[in-house]
């Protein structure tokens, strides 16, 4: 897709890659719809970019959901951006209701909702795009992140499903998967851990620019980072090495996830 002209919706734009996206994207000629909870920053990213409107709203509020939508539903859209998402790391028994909550409906539920209720909009324009931002965990189940996990595999599984219900329309399904990137998301004991395990950290900006790539390419899948993208095809179809290989990472990760209490 020819990005030049084209108006996409971003929900995240507020978070770190969402921001870096926008500039980029603005960069290229899009005019956009900033989507985010954080109002200052929405407001400060729509200072420095041309042609853009923001909207702020919580995806996990239902109130703000549907007058996100209500406000969306009055615009022609080329595209749909969904960058949004929540984390919380820590083991299974120290997750509260409501951070399992809340992370399955902002980054699972709210995508599903929003593709819905923009999809007529979609197939209306000669052509469009649908791009989700996943995650490499959204291919390999890791200790520490087991709700996240399951929203990502969630969300993976989606984008595979409407890729080939929209197979005949000119709606083109993308679905990136970035590795660990060192955005605010990630707590002070998730850097530490990633530093001690090795575990590599892209910057927002790279991420920001293969989401564009993927866009301009229309890359249906794109995973980010090696040798994750390679663990995350051994998982499909042998996960017991995968299993025996994370097995090793265990005790640091149970080190630091036992540390923490969810604070969504």
């Known amino acids: 897709m020819d990005i030049k002209g084209k108006r996409f919706v971003l929900t995240g734009a507020s978070g770190g890659i969402g921001q870096e996206l926008a500039k980029q994207l603005s960069y290229q000629g899009a005019s956009l719809v900033l989507v985010g909870r954080n109002a ?30 209500n406000q969306l539903k009055r615009m022609a859209l080329d595209g749909v951006i969904q960058a949004a998402g929540l984390n919380a790391f820590a083991t299974l028994d120290r997750l509260n209701k409501n951070a399992l909550d809340t992370m399955i409906q902002t980054n699972l539920l709210a995508p599903m909702q929003l593709t819905q209720a923009l999809l007529p909009q979609l197939l209306a324009r000669p052509s469009a795009v649908l791009l989700n931002v996943g995650s490499t965990l959204g291919s390999i189940g890791y200790a520490g ?10 969300l993976r599984g989606f984008c595979e499903s ?45 991420v920001a620019a293969q989401i564009v790539r993927a866009i301009e390419q229309e890359s249906a899948v794109t995973y980010l980072g090696w040798p994750e993208k390679l663990f995350a095809r051994i998982n499909g179809v042998a996960p017991g090495l995968v299993d025996k290989s994370l097995a090793k990472q265990l005790p640091t990760i149970q080190t630091y996830a036992k540390q923490q209490h969810s604070a969504l």
């Open 145 to 154: 992140y087991s709700a996240y996990c399951a929203s990502k595999f969630g």
């Open 162 to 206: 409407m890729r080939r219900e929209l197979a005949s329309t000119d709606v083109r399904v993308l679905y990136v998967a970035p590795r660990a990137t060192a955005t605010e998301m990630n707590s002070d004991a998730v850097t530490k851990m990633n530093r001690q395990l090795g575990v590599a950290m892209d910057s927002p900006k790279f």
């Open 40 to 69: 200052i920053a929405l407001n400060q990213l729509a200072a420095e970019l041309p042609d853009t409107i923001v909207i702020r709203a919580d995806l996990g509020c239902e109130l703000d959901f549907d007058y996100l939508v």
